[in-house]
């Protein structure tokens, strides 16, 4: 899968967004696995409380001019369905 989006990134120069959904069980693994194998690559951790969501949408999702710095965004099953039905 990894190489699939490093294929997205590089060789087709996907520009939107690439949202990866992962376990809970899985996430820590797959963050490190980004790190090591696409250092450069500008991967968000969705995660957490309400709140914690909203301060992530507000700080790492755009720069100051409004613009998606965001190249995938990692994130689990259960935020997905807490985002899904507004918790």
């Not at 790190?35 to 969705?46: D, G, Q, S, W």
């Not at 507000?58 to 918790?87: P, S, W």
Request: hydrophobic share 45%; with cysteine; glycine share 4%.
């Amino acid at each position: 899968t990894l190489g699939f989006i490093l294929c997205l990134l590089k060789e087709f120069q996907v520009e939107d967004p690439i949202l990866v959904i992962v376990p809970s069980s899985a996430m820590e693994e797959w963050s490190r696995a980004f790190e090591k194998l696409m250092p450069a690559t500008n991967v968000i951790v969705y995660a957490g409380s309400k709140e914690a969501r909203k301060i992530i949408q507000r700080y790492e999702f755009y720069n100051d001019d409004g613009v998606c710095i965001i190249q995938v965004a990692l994130t689990t099953f259960e935020t997905l369905n807490l985002v899904m039905y507004k918790h």
